[in-house]
């Protein structure tokens, strides 16, 4: 009847709102909820361009707009990580290269430095075998002339008493031994100095004018080539001194040698000599730039040289040994303006005395 009619509708319509019911919800909620969670597995993935699902005007819309923008959101702080990164490779590449680069630039300063340290300990071990050489030269010509000189007078008056008639024989024998044994020490100095190649050469009356006019003769034509003009102001007559010719020779050509390396365009040279109050002075004057008063004591120093490679340094030093083996002095004479004077004194040799 009417009531299972009813019963029929009511169940009809009762599944017909489950079924819709069902749709709906599996429609509105289940499926963006499975997109949203698709998405969100991408995402998990590392895909952020992932997009969640359709843009509703319902609440699964404004999640899901929500959800588009944090997207982005965590897109665009990927791409800044990205690319602080990158600046941070970059500034650490260029950090590596400069360091590269400076311990480059160091190893290399160190080499140089440690070659000017080798230098200098060269130098410093030829400077003081230079100097000990010149010591030992010294040294050996005074112990020559100090020793070797009367033991050789002894030994000629030994020798001459010896053919006196008057000595026994016993005598005789006695002063045979006492020459022996002088001839002892005479052997050795002789020795000693042919191990020191110090050759003291005979000191004989020398008349500096005859060297000076010998030397500038020789030097003449250079001069003139390289537009020097010399002057020579001798004094007649000059004292003589007692002297190692070949010495004052040398210290005349190191002096001119220096005032012609003081004059490269050419200029003038004076020479000069007098005597009295019982020296000998010889006076060197040119007309090149001079040397600064800071200098005045340093140019005679071995070694010191403003001229490079082209120097040896030695030249003044050489002349100082001389003059002082001479007993004499040298020196820069100061002067105003430029140019520079050398004045060397030694004594004059006095007659009579056997020095
Ligand atoms: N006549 C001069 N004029 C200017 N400077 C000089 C003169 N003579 C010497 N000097 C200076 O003294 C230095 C040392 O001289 P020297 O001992 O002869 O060595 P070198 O000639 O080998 O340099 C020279 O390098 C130079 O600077
Ligand atoms: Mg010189």
Same mark, same amino acid.
């Given at each position: ?13 009762? +599944? ?26 991408? %995402? ?13 005007? @319902? ?9 588009? =923008? ?12 990205? &690319? ?9 590449? @260029?950090?590596? =290269? ?6 480059? +630039? ?43 000189? $009367?033991?050789?007078? +002894? ?16 005598? &005789? ?13 005479? /052997?050795? !100095? ?35 080539? /390289?537009?020097? %003009?010399? @002057?020579? =102001? ?5 004292? $003589? ?19 012609? @390396? ?28 001079? !040397? ?14 403003? /001229? ?48």
């Amino acid at each position: 009847g009417l009531r299972g009619q009813l019963l029929v509708i009511l169940l009809v319509a009762g +599944v017909a709102t489950i079924v819709a019911l069902t749709v709906f919800i599996e429609r509105g909620l289940n499926r963006p909820i499975r997109l949203f969670l698709a998405s969100m597995t991408a %995402v998990e993935r590392g895909d952020l361009a992932a997009t969640p699902p359709s843009m509703r005007r @319902d609440e699964m819309g404004e999640l899901a707009v929500g959800f588009t =923008r944090m997207l982005d959101r965590i897109r665009e702080s990927h791409e800044e990580n990205a &690319r602080l990164l990158e600046e941070i490779r970059r500034f650490n590449q @260029d950090l590596q =290269r400069r360091v590269d680069e400076a311990t480059e +630039v160091l190893a290399d300063r160190n080499e140089a430095l440690q070659q000017a340290n080798e230098l200098l300990f060269d130098l410093t071990r030829q400077l003081r075998r230079a100097e000990h050489f010149a010591t030992m030269g010294q040294l050996t010509a005074t112990m020559a002339h100090e020793i070797g000189t $009367p033991l050789n007078a +002894v030994s000629l008056h030994l020798q001459l008493l010896a053919r006196s008639a008057a000595l026994t024989a016993a005598d &005789r024998h006695r002063l045979g031994i006492i020459d022996q044994q002088i001839q002892r020490p005479v /052997k050795t !100095i002789h020795e000693f100095l042919a191990a020191a190649r110090v050759e003291p050469r005979p000191r004989q009356r020398v008349d500096i004018n005859v060297l000076i006019r010998n030397v500038t003769t020789l030097m003449g034509p250079a001069l003139g080539a /390289k537009g020097i %003009v010399c @002057d020579v =102001r001798l004094a007649e007559p000059l004292a $003589p001194i007692r002297a190692d010719e070949h010495q004052i020779q040398q210290l005349l050509l190191n002096l001119l040698g220096n005032a012609v @390396d003081a004059m490269p365009g050419g200029g003038h040279l004076r020479i000069e000599t007098a005597s009295g109050g019982g020296f000998v002075s010889l006076t060197v004057t040119d007309s090149g730039p001079g !040397i600064p008063p800071e200098l005045r004591e340093r140019v005679f120093e071995p070694f010191f040289t403003t /001229k490079g490679a082209a120097g040896t340094g030695l030249g003044l030093a050489v002349c100082r040994s001389i003059v002082e083996g001479h007993r004499g002095t040298i020196e820069l004479a100061s002067q105003p303006g430029p140019g520079a004077t050398f004045v060397v004194r030694v004594p004059a040799h006095s007659e009579g005395v056997d020095g």
